[in-house]
């Protein structure tokens, strides 16, 4: 009932996904990531750690290989629906068979997505060109542009009532992590939390949040 997006930025190795469903707080179990080791959405029956274990994985396999061996691991993986990218741009996905239709995934290079429960493979179609569009707020805008265009498709069939956005970068945390776990509303929710983010007071505020380099010593994002 789900319906997801998981992606690399190519220019500067940013790791985001993108999620919507008709249910609530899609965001407390959907979306996982770790900054420069890959983004993965699971859903479906979800199992969270199919990702958990994904990223795991992540370290020393490649995306396909990574899910693969989380797959192995579950015994009700017919039911599931995942999808991954790794810090290479490899993207992988998994859509089990008794998963309720219409349900399928989409790969691409730095890019998957995934849904089921949908109107129809044309939430997917739309979605992966939204992401593929120019947009203002960069790769953070294009994860927005392409679930929006999800939505606009037709998105889940029974309707929206949650939808969440995660932006990892080079932190231990990510750098954008918005939710809205419950709405009548959720995208144009999701739009006003993601405008907040990324632009006036609030955006020079979480830029001065404190942030470690590769030594480890601290310092703080400059814009």
């Known amino acids: 009932?789900?319906?997801?997006?998981?992606?690399?930025?190519?220019?500067?190795?940013?790791?985001?996904?993108?999620?919507?469903?008709?249910?609530?707080?899609?965001?407390?179990?959907?979306?996982?990531?770790?900054?420069?080791?890959?983004?993965?959405a699971t859903q479906a029956m979800t199992n969270p750690y199919l990702a958990i274990?994904?990223?795991?994985?992540?370290?020393?396999?490649?995306?396909?290989?990574?899910?693969?061996?989380?797959?192995?691991?579950?015994?009700?993986?017919?039911?599931?629906?995942?999808?991954?990218?790794?810090?290479?741009?490899?993207?992988?996905?998994?859509?089990?068979?008794?998963?309720?239709?219409?349900?399928?995934?989409?790969?691409?290079?730095?890019?998957?997505?995934?849904?089921?429960?949908?109107?129809?493979?044309a939430v997917l179609d739309e979605m992966l060109a939204g992401y593929h569009c120019q947009h203002k707020a960069g790769f953070a805008g294009r994860l927005l542009a392409a679930l929006l265009a999800g939505a606009a498709a037709g998105g889940d069939s029974r309707g929206i009532g949650s939808a969440a956005l995660r932006v990892y970068t080079t932190q231990a945390y990510p750098d954008l992590d918005l939710r809205v776990d419950a709405s009548d509303e959720p995208m144009a929710a999701l739009e006003q939390l993601f405008a907040l983010a990324t632009s006036g007071p609030y955006a020079e505020f979480f830029a001065q949040v404190p942030r470690r380099n590769a030594d480890g010593e601290w310092r703080k994002l400059t814009t």
Do not use: K
């Not at 789900?2 to 220019?11: G, H, K, L, N």
């Not at 219409?102 to 109107?119: D, E, I, K, Q």
């Open 1 to 40: 009932m789900t319906f997801s997006i998981v992606a690399r930025d190519p220019d500067t190795g940013a790791l985001g996904i993108a999620t919507a469903t008709a249910g609530p707080m899609v965001g407390a179990l959907v979306p996982h990531g770790r900054s420069r080791v890959g983004a993965v």
């Open 53 to 121: 274990d994904t990223l795991a994985l992540l370290d020393e396999h490649p995306a396909a290989a990574a899910l693969q061996a989380a797959l192995a691991r579950d015994t009700e993986a017919r039911q599931r629906q995942v999808i991954v990218v790794d810090a290479n741009g490899a993207s992988e996905g998994w859509t089990g068979e008794r998963c309720v239709p219409y349900a399928g995934h989409l790969t691409a290079a730095g890019v998957a997505l995934a849904g089921n429960m949908l109107t129809g493979p």
